[in-house]
Structures are given as structure tokens and as C-alpha cells.
Nanobody
Framework: QVQPVESGGGLVQAGDSLELSCAAS????????VGWFRQAPGKEREFVCA????????HYDDSVKGRFTVSRDNAKSTAYLQMNNLKPEDTAVYFC?????????????????????WGQGTLVTVSS
């Protein structure tokens, strides 16, 4: 099994940038698609973006399109979420999930149920 661990969260000001990491134990990270989700206080967890196992396919929620970029380095068993031009509404706990889905069409992998392994999350707070 693989176990993802998120890191990189923190307190930033609106307009700042932050990069989150999702590091996975085990040698099979390259078999898994990675999804980033977030949960704001008092709200349900929502999809942010996802990247296929090969990195060839990505998909973003409209709320982050053009500001966030997802990438991965399979040699390091790590996925990244580069967040630019952060807004107060981006404040949330960010989670990465791993999915065995083989699709490159990541718009098909926006549901939480597609992901079988989750990290504990990392808190991102954006002040205005």
C-alpha cells in the first residue's frame, strides 16, 4: 500500500504563492493518479485538481484554473500543487488522494470515492 503525506501549508497573504507537496511511501506511486481536494471550515470537501499516473492528464476546478498548477515527479514519489495569486476563499485544509484509475481524462476523477488513500491534510490560511 501507499500512504500519502501532505506538507507545505501555512499562513500567507492574499496574492501570495504557496507550493504543497504530496509525498507517498512505497515504490508504486507511479501507478496512482493524484487528486487534490480541500475542505474549508464548515464546508464539505471539494475537488481542486488532479493529475494522471503518467502526468499527461490534468484537470482543474474552475475556481482555481489559471492560478493553481498540479505536477508530479514519479522518481521522487511526490506530487505538487503550486498555488499562485491565493485568495482568502482558498483557505482550507488541503488533502491529496491516490487513485488506481488508469484514465488520462482526469475530469472523470473528481469524486472523492475515486481515491482510496488519503493523507491527513495540510492547512492553508490566506489572509486578506
Amino acid at each position: 500500500q501507499v500512504q500519502p503525506v501532505e506538507s507545505g501549508g501555512g499562513l500567507v497573504q492574499a496574492g501570495d504563492s504557496l507550493e504543497l507537496s504530496c509525498a507517498a511511501s512505497g515504490s508504486t506511486f507511479n501507478l496512482y493518479a493524484v487528486g487534490w481536494f480541500r475542505q474549508a471550515p464548515g464546508k464539505e470537501r471539494e475537488f481542486v485538481c488532479a493529475i494522471s499516473w503518467s502526468g499527461a492528464g490534468t484537470h482543474y476546478d474552475d475556481s482555481v484554473k489559471g492560478r493553481f498548477t498540479v505536477s508530479r515527479d514519479n522518481a521522487k514519489s511526490t506530487a505538487y500543487l503550486q498555488m499562485n495569486n491565493l485568495k482568502p476563499e482558498d483557505t482550507a485544509v488541503y488533502f491529496c488522494g491516490l487513485s488506481r484509475t488508469q484514465t488520462q481524462i482526469m475530469s472523470l476523477a473528481t469524486r472523492e470515492t475515486a481515491y482510496g488513500f488519503w493523507g491527513q491534510g495540510t492547512l492553508v490560511t490566506v489572509s486578506s
